[in-house]
T-cell receptor, first 116, second 116 residues
Framework: EADIYQTPRYLVIGTGKKITLECSQT?????MYWYQQDPGMELHLIHY???????EKGDLSSESTVSRIRTEHFPLTLESARPSHTSQYLC???????????????FGAGSRLTVL | AQSVAQPEDQVNVAEGNPLTVKCTYS??????LFWYVQYPNRGLQFLLK??????LVKGSYGFEAEFNKSQTSFHLKKPSALVSDSALYFC??????????????FGKGTKLSVIP
């Protein structure tokens, strides 16, 4: 079982609410990622971090924000949720192994968000 | 920019028969290639990867994949399918260097159903 935890697993909220999806890993990995997954679609990288106080946007434009204050914690926040934000959000982490491009990602179980 | 194509949304195979899940990729230069599997209500799990060297890569649970540079393919195979192999399979690519090398690009996924 992967040592990366996401909460909540399922969330149904109304439009305009602020939400934070939590992601924590116990492996000491420097790199962490947030992906958005919709049925029948590719996983899209929305945010990544290479270490504490380092965050970058991915290839898919997202209205969410992230922070990396501690190595093990990488929360994702939506200030004002909309129905278009309905999706599954997957958090992942990886460690540097000398061949950075070949790093294997360890994924959490995902947070499924529904915005009404 | 790199891309991954998984031409089959779904693959059905009888238990005990060999299975193949197809993947082709497009990338500048040499690729790192990966297969991940996702079981229902779970995150993605790493199966195997190609970095360099031997074109036949062996991974977890009896899976293997063959890298074919001329056909830009990385098909996933297993000699004898199990019902427990039923899941969603994702192929992913990252270039060794250059633009986009920080990012892992996933295909849309192929749903494998193994029929008892």
């Amino acid at each position: 079982e992967a040592d990366i935890y996401q909460t909540p697993r399922y969330l149904v909220i109304g439009t305009g609410k602020k939400i934070t999806l939590e992601c924590s890993q116990t492996m000491g990995h420097d790199k962490m990622y947030w992906y958005q997954q919709d049925p029948g679609m590719e996983l899209h990288l929305i945010h990544y971090s290479y270490g504490v106080n380092s965050t970058e946007k991915g290839d898919l434009s997202s209205e969410s924000t992230v922070s990396r204050i501690r190595t093990e914690h990488f929360p994702l926040t939506l200030e004002s949720a909309r129905p278009s934000h309905t999706s599954q959000y997957l958090c992942a982490s990886s460690e540097f192994t000398g061949i950075s491009g070949a790093n294997v990602l360890t994924f959490g179980a995902g947070s499924r968000l529904t915005v009404l | 920019a790199q891309s991954v194509a998984q031409p089959e949304d779904q693959v059905n195979v009888a238990e005990g028969n060999p299975l193949t899940v197809k993947c082709t990729y497009s990338v500048s230069g040499n690729p790192y290639l990966f297969w991940y599997v996702q079981y229902p209500n779970r995150g993605l799990q790493f199966l195997l990867k190609y970095i360099t060297g031997d074109n036949l890569v062996k991974g977890s649970y009896g899976f293997e994949a063959e890298f074919n540079k001329s056909q830009t393919s990385f098909h996933l195979k297993k000699p004898s399918a199990l019902v427990s192999d039923s899941a969603l399979y994702f192929c992913a690519v990252r270039p060794h260097s250059g633009a986009g090398s920080y990012q892992l690009t996933f295909g849309k996924g192929t749903k494998l159903s193994v029929i008892p």
